[in-house]
Structure formats: structure tokens, C-alpha cells
């Protein structure tokens, strides 16, 4: 296995056959960063040093979610959204958006898997760390606390998906695996009461300073925040308002750059309120950044994830007015996608581009040979800020760093290797031209190994629940205080704030509900939220599998397009296999056949 951390890739029935745990080395600022080695189950509660490793063992795991391996079959939650689409070589891995996703499709008992190892290993930790004898009753509340937040992170994520999930709250022989599901409630609950003791155990602090050496660990900020989320999704929106505000008196606040935001530097900033944590280790990295990135990124990257141009063309002008193509190219959305291709098409083209082109269908008679990058770059430029920040869009550049030194690169169609100083961005779909992403992609020398990823990735931060906030408020008729927090979040980028012109006028309570999600889209995107905010609010359909929607090029040219499967892919069936060993279980419906 590539992660130190054994990640163990077997079903829950075998979890608890399991004598043998692969923990890390006892220093709690490296959170499972440092080399692992084993201890027998029945040792490890015998001291406090290997009961820390134990409880790091926990956090470990969270990596194991696909971070570590997403490039090489685990994908990101958020390509299954309407903001990524896979590259074509990966598309297999996403059936639910190709329309012949069944009980038996990988990914579903992958993610199973993937959460129950987690739970299990929580479990391991809350029911047996009492026995430690040489642990304060203080660190061993604080461990049991940080282990009920992790397991209600896990029942979390699998409630999300398969809406009613068995409860295991101990680790069992692996002949009592035989549970039925409980109902979607009944988790809910659960997840609840295991927030509720993290955020009532005196000894889990509100948050940790940047220069302590707990930060990363969970904390009563992370507890408030993901209990808000659970309120969410049960429309209990005065409750989650009560727990988003308990968050905004603990100490966090937004990080002043957007941009400067997902660096290195400032990933243990006051706005991360739970991040994943990693080290430009082999087996303690991820490959996040080499499936962001592009071939000019350090270490050459492979830019599996393809934004897709319904996020890009959801930003806002400057001025908070809604962003129209015709505003920018009169007569575009009348025009086929390849005919406005023209508009996309760099300056001084060669002959045989210019041939190419015209054979493609591009209207060639609207090509400016000296202005046409000009001309679409003004379509870009004066937009909401995190356009930029998130997104390579056509004729920005792209600091590199794959021939070891810092050289700055245009990202022009048609692509051509050229050298110094006009260099192009170079991707592994230079035969199309599409969005690419920007957020957590390396700049310049930033890393020059893409497969050794070392930025921390954000689970909760304080954007998200500023944003999470306004919806409960907005959800209880507050429309007025939720405005406040969004333009919270937007004055950060220096964005028109709401209620300041006729563009930004809020129009009651329906009309801010829109904004708060696409502000949501604008502030979040590439940070495992918007398929489970397309979830919740039952808009995916409508997003992602409206005509001709697919991996397409930044003209609307579609390389493949998405089949709906039915209502019932909303949630996800139960594996196959592991309704095969549990006879208890039952399958959602519209997956019985």
C-alpha cells in the first residue's frame, strides 16, 4: 500500500476481525505524519504514549478517504457535482453521472468502506481509553471528545449518501455485524448526541492557536459547526443558526487574501476551522495538486478535473451584475459552440490554424487577427475576484514551475510549443480547450514534486459557515441579518456587497435564497461541498444533467455528455456486497433490480 497509514481496504463485517492497528509515532502536532509501526490491539491501552498513537491512528484515516489516492480511482465528491467533470480517461469512476450506476458499482462500496474504517477506529478509541492507567482524566475526555467528533464526521458523510445507515457505536465480533439500517433520523440523532458530548467535554477547547501544538485536532468549533451542517439537512434551521453563531464568537475569522488562502503558508490561519493535514512525505502527501494542475505545473501534472463552464459563466461582473456572454460578444448565445469557438482563438494564427479553424466550423469572418485575445479576455477580467482565484480561464496566465525555475504562461487555444516569452499553458487535453482549475495548484518552484501534495485540505473553514449561517437565517425569514454575512464573505475579495446597487438588490427571501447558493458555488468550489450542497437542496439534477451537459470546452462543445438515472440516484444503494453478508440490510429504492 502507498499509505503508511495501512489503510485497510476490506469490509466492515472484516473490521472487526481485525487485531493488529497500524498507529503513528506519539508527537500530537504532527497529526499521523510521522512513520507508523504496529502494536497489538490488546497492548496499546496499556500507556498513555501508545494510546496517543492510537488516537492519531484516528485522524490518519481521514486522509484515507481519497485524497492520497483520488488520481488512481477515488474520486473527489466534487466532480460528481455540476462544477467538475472528469478527464474521459477517468469517467468509469463517476458512474452515477454516466447513468449505469447499480448496487455493485465500486465506488459506492469504496466510500462504505472508507467511512466505517473510520468509525471503527474511533470506536476503538472512545470504548476502551478509560483504561489507560497512566492518562489524566482531562487528556482522556479530550481524546474520547476529538474521537466522537471524528465518528460523527464519518456517520456524517454516510448518512449523506445512503440516508440511513446501521449504528455501531462499539466494535463487535465479526459475527454481530448483522445490524439493520437505522433510519436517516435515527443517524442524524446519533451524529447529534456524539457533537453535543464534544462540544459539553470541558476539557475540548473552542479552537487552537496556529502555533500550538494540538492544531488540527478536532474542537469545539469544529463540533458547533458540523453540528449546524447535521441541523441543515434536517431543516432545523433555528438550531443551526443558534450553532452557527456559537462559532462566530470563538475566535475565527476570514484570512484577509482569498487567493493566499490555500497556501502553504497560511494553511493554519483563523479561518481553518478542521483541515486534513499534510507533509511532502511519500505516504503522508496527497495528489490533489497533480490532479488539479496541468503539464507546466511543478513535476509536470496530469489536470484530470475539468472545471466545467457553468461554474465559470456563474460568476458575477465586478458590479454584481449577472454575467451575459451578449454583454461582451453581441450575437454568442444565438451562435453553435463551434462557431464561437472563433472568439476564443488566439492572435496571429498561422495559415494552417486559420484552415483547421474554418474546417472545425469556427465563424471565421468575426476572428481579429491582432485583438481577438483582447476581445475575450475583457469577458474575464472584470468579474467577482474568485473567478480568477479559482479558475485558469482563457488568456490568463499561470505561474509554472515544470522546468524548475518560476516562468509565467498564457493559457491561448490553439496551443502551440513555443518558447520564451510567449509560453503556453501545456495540459494533457491540449486537443481541447477547456477551464482549468487554479485553487491548490503550486505556483512557480512552490513544489516541484506534484505527487507529494503538502497543503492542508479544508474540511470546515469560516466562509463555509458564515454561508451556512445566512441560509438558516434567510430559511427563517431573517433575509436582512443573513445579507450581513454574506457580504462578510464577499467584502473579502472586495466584491460589490449585496444591497448596493439595482444589480445587488435583494428581492426578498426566495431571491436571497439563490444568492446564498451561488455564492456558496463561488466561495467553495474544488473543496468536497457542492455535491453534497446539490444533495441537500435536490438541485443537482437541474445543474448537472440539464442537455448537452458534460465535459465541455470553454465554448459549450461537449466531449461527452451525463445520463440521469432516475430520481432515485439522489441517494446511493447499499453495496451489493454488503447486503450479501448482512441479511438485515435493505436496499434503497429504485435499486432493488
Not at 456563474?314 to 454583454?327: I, V, Y
Request: proline share 4%; glycine share 6%; with cysteine.
Amino acid at each position: 500500500m502507498n499509505d503508511m497509514k495501512a489503510k485497510i481496504k476490506i469490509s466492515l463485517w472484516a473490521l472487526a476481525g481485525i487485531v493488529m492497528f497500524s498507529f503513528t509515532g506519539c508527537n500530537p502536532d504532527l497529526l499521523d505524519k510521522v512513520p507508523s509501526y504496529q502494536v497489538s490491539s490488546g497492548t496499546i491501552w496499556t500507556t498513555e504514549n501508545l494510546a496517543r498513537q492510537a488516537v492519531t491512528g484516528v485522524y490518519g484515516y481521514l486522509r484515507a478517504g481519497g485524497y492520497a489516492t483520488q488520481d488512481a480511482g477515488e474520486p473527489l465528491f466534487d466532480v460528481m457535482s455540476s462544477v467538475l467533470d472528469y478527464d474521459l480517461n477517468w469517467l468509469g469512476n463517476i458512474p452515477m453521472k454516466q447513468g449505469n450506476a447499480n448496487p455493485n458499482s465500486g465506488i459506492y462500496m469504496n466510500k462504505w468502506r472508507s467511512f466505517y474504517e473510520l468509525i471503527y477506529r474511533a470506536n476503538d478509541v472512545i470504548n476502551n481509553i478509560d483504561l489507560v492507567p497512566d492518562m489524566s482524566n482531562a487528556l482522556k475526555g479530550q481524546y474520547k471528545a476529538e474521537c466522537k467528533f471524528l465518528r460523527a464526521f464519518g456517520y456524517f458523510r454516510l448518512n449523506q449518501l445512503f440516508r440511513g445507515v446501521p449504528i455501531y457505536l462499539e466494535n463487535l465480533e465479526v459475527t454481530e455485524y448483522t445490524k439493520a439500517r437505522s433510519t436517516e433520523k435515527e443517524v442524524w440523532d446519533a451524529i447529534l448526541a456524539d457533537l453535543t458530548d464534544c462540544i459539553n467535554e470541558p476539557n475540548l477547547p473552542n479552537k487552537y492557536a496556529a502555533s500550538n501544538g494540538n492544531y488540527g485536532r478536532a474542537t469545539k468549533g469544529a463540533a458547533y459547526a458540523l453540528r449546524g451542517k447535521v441541523y441543515l439537512w434536517m431543516a432545523e434551521w433555528a438550531k443551526a443558526e443558534a450553532d452557527f453563531k456559537a462559532v462566530t464568537t470563538m475566535g475565527y475569522a476570514l484570512f484577509s487574501d482569498y487567493k493566499a488562502l490555500f497556501k502553504v503558508a497560511n494553511e493554519r490561519c483563523d479561518e481553518m476551522i478542521f483541515s486534513i493535514q499534510f507533509l511532502p512525505i511519500s505516504g503522508y502527501s496527497h495528489r490533489l495538486t497533480r490532479a488539479f494542475g496541468n503539464r507546466v505545473t511543478g513535476g509536470s501534472a496530469w489536470n484530470n478535473y475539468i472545471v466545467n463552464p457553468s461554474l465559470a459563466e456563474s460568476f458575477e461582473c465586478a458590479d454584481g451584475k449577472p454575467f451575459n456572454w451578449d454583454d461582451f460578444l453581441p450575437g454568442y448565445s444565438s451562435m453553435t459552440p463551434k462557431q464561437r469557438s472563433v472568439f476564443f482563438l488566439r492572435n496571429n494564427m498561422t495559415a494552417g490554424e486559420i484552415t483547421n479553424m474554418t474546417t472545425f466550423g469556427a465563424d471565421m469572418t468575426k476572428y481579429l487577427p491582432t485583438e481577438n485575445e483582447a476581445r475575450i479576455l475583457a469577458a474575464f477580467t472584470n468579474r467577482d475576484p474568485r473567478l480568477g482565484y479559482n479558475i485558469i480561464t482563457p488568456y490568463s496566465t499561470y505561474l509554472g514551475g515544470v522546468s524548475g525555475s518560476a516562468v509565467t504562461y498564457t493559457l491561448r487555444w490553439p496551443w502551440r510549443r513555443i518558447t520564451s516569452p510567449d509560453f503556453d499553458v501545456q495540459t494533457d487535453t491540449n486537443a481541447k480547450f477547456y477551464y482549468l482549475v487554479r485553487k491548490f495548484v503550486p505556483e512557480g518552484t512552490e513544489s516541484l514534486n506534484i505527487n507529494l501534495g503538502e497543503i492542508d485540505i479544508p474540511l470546515i473553514r469560516y466562509a463555509d459557515v458564515l454561508l451556512c449561517l445566512a441560509e438558516a437565517l434567510n430559511e427563517q425569514g431573517k433575509t436582512d441579518e443573513a445579507v450581513t454575512y454574506v457580504n462578510m464573505v464577499r467584502d473579502r475579495v472586495k466584491h460589490q456587497l449585496l444591497n448596493t446597487n439595482s444589480f445587488t438588490t435583494v428581492a426578498g427571501k426566495d431571491n436571497m435564497r439563490i444568492r446564498i447558493r451561488n455564492e456558496r458555488y463561488w466561495e467553495l468550489p474544488f473543496e468536497e461541498h457542492m455535491y453534497f450542497d446539490e444533495l441537500r437542496w435536490k438541485t443537482w439534477k437541474e445543474k448537472a444533467f440539464y442537455t448537452g451537459n458534460g465535459m465541455t470546452e470553454v465554448w459549450g462543445l461537449a466531449t461527452y455528455t451525463y445520463r440521469w438515472l432516475g430520481d432515485h440516484n439522489y441517494i446511493w444503494p447499499i453495496p451489493l456486497t454488503e447486503m450479501q453478508m448482512n441479511p438485515n440490510l435493505t436496499q434503497n429504492t429504485g435499486w432493488q433490480n
